[in-house]
């Protein structure tokens, strides 16, 4: 056993050196009995950003459908030694809450308006949970498919006004969070910040690794990293999964979860990791059913690494939740007594592009025409769009007439969301965050602060009082 496993608590209750001492060599359940089984060491937080609660159930059959196995989260919750609840996700000025104001409410402990980062109605400052947790003395992780510098990261550690400055946000995280990983080196490099500042020489000066692609990070052993793999968001998983250059340079949540939840477990600090799988969210907006699952299937590639990780570990919480539902896409019944559902909604194992990429291709390509969208759509979607559907998706593009009732629906994505629909079987409300609460299941010590429900806000408290 290493002192690593011991912790800093256990440490001081059993007597410094001497206790430890008589602890080496033990096991584990030695130890978890010594320091009280609801000593908690670390916390894992897992958000699957904007994951509406039927994403839960078609990723679990998409996941039997494509790789012959169910998804972890499914058995995690089927599993009697979970917590399981919902997760109240309103912000102060709305039922439907947006990813900055909800990450604030867990971070800052205090529900906001949507739109700011730790920044109260009143004007007044939230401490964003990792700057209190620093000053603590314990390690602190945000690892994310999108910006580094994005809402749900943001919210753990930073403070502003306003979510979209993100040039603002970066240099923040300074001192402040140990281990980062994700996209966004735009706010970070000189060349692509607004201001031109360099934010990178500082985080290397203070003993951070810059790391930009999938060996460097497998292969780093630093004790800080700041892990930047793309400009913006990292590509969605379809895409990645798609692109053999994509593959070699980016590493998947996975992948970036297993490192920074190693690094932590491997130093004796009480520690808090935000593990945020961001696209699913992305994904819904464009009520892209294939980008949707390809991305909640890698968030529980990355769930079942940090349960595997933590299996032995008696004093290591993982909660898993979302921070607010997106367009709540579900499977509809098709076919005489809905025998039809099955083979529709495997179709979707058939495309090879998100609707983000298909969209590039087609304004990077020289034919500009709606005959050669139809072509890419295609091609990547294996589905025909009629002459009529084309046309009108080609309106909307480039802002003409479109025939279309609702309003959350009357765009781009909106539209194509509901041609794919007559192939797929999948239907969505909107193409914007929904009201309603999300999915949380708990397993660890203390894990039953979270059945029930849970308002967003009482996360914060229960943050303080386990690690603070
Ligand atoms: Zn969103």
Redesign the pocket.
């Known amino acids: 056993m290493s002192e690593a496993k011991i912790g800093r608590r256990n440490w001081l209750k059993l007597g410094g050196l001497g206790g430890a001492a008589a602890l080496l060599g033990s096991c584990e359940k030695k130890v978890a009995a010594a320091g009280g089984k609801s000593e908690v060491r670390g916390i894992v937080f897992m958000v699957s950003?904007?994951m509406s609660n039927g994403v839960l159930t078609m990723a679990e059959n998409f996941s039997h459908m494509v790789r012959k196995k169910g998804t972890r989260w499914w058995q995690l919750i089927g599993n009697p030694a979970s917590a399981r609840g919902l997760m109240e996700c309103s912000s102060a000025d709305s039922f439907v809450t947006?990813?900055s104001a909800a990450a604030s409410a867990w971070g800052g402990g205090v529900k906001i308006n949507n739109g700011a980062v730790n920044v109260r109605p009143n004007g007044s400052e939230s401490t964003p949970i990792m700057r209190h947790l620093k000053k603590l003395g314990h390690r602190t992780g945000l690892v994310t498919t999108a910006t580094i510098t994005h809402a749900t990261p943001a919210g753990f550690a930073a403070v502003s006004e306003s979510r979209q400055d993100e040039h603002l946000i970066a240099p923040q995280y300074l001192g402040v969070v140990d281990l980062l990983m994700g996209g966004g080196m735009d706010f970070f490099s000189p060349q692509k910040r607004i201001d031109s500042r360099d934010v990178l020489t500082p985080f290397t000066n203070a003993g951070y690794e810059l790391i930009e692609n999938r060996d460097a990070l497998l292969a780093s052993k630093s004790e800080k990293m700041l892990g930047l793999f793309s400009g913006g968001h990292i590509p969605f998983e379809l895409d990645r999964l798609n692109d053999p250059e994509l593959m070699k340079k980016i590493p998947t949540l996975a992948e970036m979860s297993g490192v920074a939840l190693a690094n932590l477990l491997n130093h004796p600090e009480k520690f808090l990791l935000q593990i945020e799988g961001a696209r699913i969210?992305?994904a819904?907006?464009a009520n892209d059913a294939a980008g949707l699952l390809w991305d909640q299937l890698a968030f529980d590639d990355a769930l079942a690494k940090v349960l595997e990780m933590t299996a032995d570990s008696e004093d290591i919480l993982v909660i898993v939740t979302s921070d607010?539902g997106?367009a709540n896409p579900g499977l509809n019944g098709t076919g005489n007594s809905y025998v039809e559902s099955n083979k529709i909604f495997g179709s979707i194992a058939r495309s090879t592009a998100s609707y983000d990429k298909i969209l590039q291709i087609w304004s990077n390509s020289s034919d500009n025409s709606p005959e050669r969208l139809a072509a890419i759509i295609k091609d990547k979607l294996s589905f025909t769009l009629k002459p009529k559907e084309i046309a009108e998706l080609y309106s909307s593009i480039t802002n003409g007439q479109v025939t279309e009732w609702s309003k959350q629906l009357d765009n781009p994505n909106g539209l194509l969301g509901q041609f794919a629909g007559n192939h797929t079987g999948i239907g969505w409300t909107g193409t914007s965050?929904t009201s309603d609460a999300t999915m949380i299941s708990a397993i660890g010590p203390q894990a039953e602060r979270f059945s029930g429900i849970v308002p967003n806000q009482e996360v914060h408290r229960h943050f303080l009082e386990l690690l603070g």
Do not use: Q
């Open positions: 950003d904007g947006d990813s969210d992305h819904a907006h607010h997106n965050h």
